[in-house]
């Protein structure tokens, strides 16, 4: 028998007894659909950070300052306010940072902003010009913080879109007046958005920018930068720019040892790669749960084809008594194993692909990937089941005796 023969055999055996069959692959379907599904979602909640970060701006070298403490108990990273004029001065000195290009001082608090009968909690920015250049922020209405705007302490405020719509739902927000605690600010512009990256200072929709010169005097009193925000030249000058950085932090605060420092420094690169890892290791963990459901399918179908030798017994003689070989029968069963496995591949393929699409689009909203790493292991390891655990089955039903075999019942 030639191979166009076995695979024809192979085809009429497995339609035979379809339902068999189709509780034999079952197992790879299900297995295949889940790594397809869980590699491909990890990998778009992945690519999603990685575009959260990078719309923070492109090169960026995060300083903030030190825990502050409340008894014994430390606050969160940039609570103490320890950065102070001086270090922004000397950060903003190309003499001292050759490879730095913008310098963008900030003070942050959540606070709650009112417009009538509206409210918004979010977090309110103390920020300088130099925000929108080093943020990358584009402004869909009105325009940003000027240097007039920090020279006269002016209550002025830019707002991002998820607050506008909040407290502006059906109205342009453009020369209205909200309040913050006592104070009034006008809104001159609303930045353009980015997309939310989960909360807190990485989401610049729902947060507000006001000039750092008015957050001092009028809202969270004259205390010093909870973050300078850093420009690299290109990201090939980051882990130089990022040496000067903390140099002169250092020089100008008159330590030696990086352990003293009431600063913290953390550059773009760095949070992306270890971002990636979590999220990297992650998504293996979850392939890793699901591919063992593909262990399980391959032992089921060497359950069912051990199941199918001893309900073919008969046949399995009658061939060897008019002339077919063990290697035949082996070739056989095997060619049966590796094709249940192949189609439940190549359908587990498409479910995983329809379940990926469903929990990118409309349950976690992340971009729709398709893995082609997943499913290249997918039908590499289908067809390696089908080997694997049809070997066994396939070589029991080669070495059957014809004479026995024949007198099975």
Do not use: C
């Amino acid at each position: 028998m030639n191979f166009k023969d076995f695979l024809f055999t192979a085809i009429h055996s497995l339609t035979i007894n379809i339902g068999r069959t189709v509780l034999s692959a079952l197992g790879i379907i299900i297995g295949i659909a889940s790594v397809i599904a869980l590699i491909s979602v990890g990998q778009g909640a992945q690519s999603k950070i990685t575009q959260n970060i990078q719309n923070l701006g492109s090169n960026l070298i995060i300083v903030t300052s030190g825990n502050a403490k409340v008894g014994n108990v430390k606050q969160g990273i940039g609570t103490a306010g320890t950065l102070n004029q001086n270090d922004l001065t000397a950060l903003e000195s190309r003499s001292n940072t050759p490879d730095v290009v913008a310098v963008s001082p900030v003070i942050s608090k959540q606070g709650q902003l009112i417009y009538k009968s509206q409210n918004a909690v979010t977090l309110i920015e103390g920020v300088t010009p130099a925000a929108q250049v080093v943020n990358d922020i584009t402004m869909s209405k009105g325009s940003f913080i000027t240097e007039p705007d920090i020279k006269d302490n002016l209550p002025v405020i830019v707002l991002g879109p998820t607050v506008a719509s909040e407290l502006f739902p059906n109205s342009n927000p453009l020369g209205k007046i909200v309040t913050i605690g006592n104070t009034s600010f006008t809104v001159i512009g609303v930045t353009q958005a980015k997309g939310s990256s989960g909360g807190g200072s990485f989401n610049q929709d729902n947060q507000v920018a006001v000039p750092i010169t008015t957050a001092q005097a009028e809202l969270f009193g004259n205390i010093g930068y909870s973050t300078i925000i850093v420009q690299a030249q290109s990201a090939q000058a980051m882990n130089n720019a990022t040496a000067e950085v903390e140099n002169t932090l250092m020089r100008v605060q008159g330590i030696t040892n990086i352990n003293q420092a009431n600063f913290n420094i953390t550059n773009q690169t760095q949070i992306l790669t270890t971002l990636n890892s979590i999220t990297g290791t992650f998504t293996l963990l979850l392939g890793g749960i699901a591919g063992i459901s593909l262990i399980v399918g391959g032992i089921g179908i060497m359950n069912i084809m051990l199941v199918s030798v001893t309900e073919r017994t008969r046949e399995i003689g009658l061939r060897k008594a008019i002339g077919a070989k063990n290697s035949d029968i082996l070739y056989q069963f095997l060619i049966e194993a590796i094709l249940i496995t192949v189609i439940g591949g190549f359908i587990g393929l498409t479910i995983g692909i329809f379940m990926d699409y469903l929990i990118a689009t409309y349950i976690i909203k992340v971009p729709f990937i398709i893995s082609s790493i997943a499913i290249i292991l997918s039908i590499t390891v289908s067809i390696t089941i089908g080997l694997a655990f049809g070997i066994f089955p396939a070589y029991k039903a080669s070495r059957l005796s014809p004479i026995e075999a024949l007198r099975y019942e």
